[in-house]
């Protein structure tokens, strides 16, 4: 299966930095844009594929979300 994803990079020195909005803790960086999209893609791969493999542990059974609120 194949999916899209919206990626944000931004150029900073020498070295280009991006992001995944959609995908908390996907951030990667490279010497080109093509380096840093590659990168990108894999630890969009590793995170979901994470996550697939704890849901099927039985862990998300033991989990509970709750809304917090956070003075800023």
């Given at each position: ?26 951030f ?12 990108l893609?894999?630890a ?13 542990s ?5 989990i ?6 956070v003075?800023?």
């Open positions: 299966m194949e999916q899209t994803f919206e990626a944000t990079i931004e150029k900073r020195d020498k070295w280009y930095i991006g992001w995944v909005d959609a995908v908390p803790g996907a990667s960086q490279g010497r080109t844009i093509n380096e840093v999209q590659e990168n893609k894999e969009v791969q590793l995170i979901l594929e994470t996550q697939r493999e704890l849901r099927g039985g862990v998300a059974g033991k509970l979300k709750r809304k917090i609120q003075q800023l």
